[in-house]
C-alpha cells in the first residue's frame, strides 16, 4: 500500500486560484480607474471650453458696446489687443489677435490660457 502526499496538489490549487482571483481583481481596478481617469478628463476639458466660450462672450460684449459708442474697431495685424476676463472671480487675460485671409476673410484669434483646468 502506497500513502502519496497531497499537500502539494492543495499547495498548487491554492497557488493557481489565488493568481486567478488576483487577475480578475486586477482587471476590475484597472477598468475602474481607467473610467475614473477619462471621466475627471471630460470634466476638465468641458470646463476649460466653458471658460473660454465665457471670456469669448465678455469680450463680444465690450465690442459691441464699443461699436454703440460709435469707437471703431481694434483692427491691427501686428499688435494684439489684451482683454481681461472674469469668470467666477477669477480674471484671465486672453489675447485677440486680428488678421485677414488671402481671400479677403477676416479671422480673430482667441489666445485663452486654460492651465488651471489641466
Do not use: H
Amino acid at each position: 500500500m502506497t500513502i502519496f502526499n497531497k499537500k502539494g496538489s492543495a499547495l498548487m490549487q491554492v497557488m493557481v486560484l489565488g493568481s486567478i482571483i488576483a487577475a480578475i481583481i486586477v482587471m476590475l481596478m484597472r477598468f475602474s480607474l481607467g473610467r475614473t481617469s477619462n471621466m475627471l478628463k471630460t470634466k476638465r476639458v468641458i470646463a476649460s471650453k466653458a471658460y473660454a466660450e465665457g471670456c469669448i462672450a465678455q469680450y463680444n460684449a465690450r465690442a459691441v458696446e464699443r461699436a454703440m459708442a460709435g469707437e471703431p474697431p481694434i483692427i491691427d495685424g501686428s499688435n494684439q489687443e489684451k482683454f481681461t476676463c472674469n469668470i467666477d472671480g477669477k480674471d484671465t487675460d486672453i489675447y485677440i489677435k486680428w488678421g485677414s485671409t488671402t481671400t479677403g476673410l477676416g479671422y480673430i484669434t482667441f489666445n485663452i490660457d486654460t492651465s488651471r483646468f489641466q
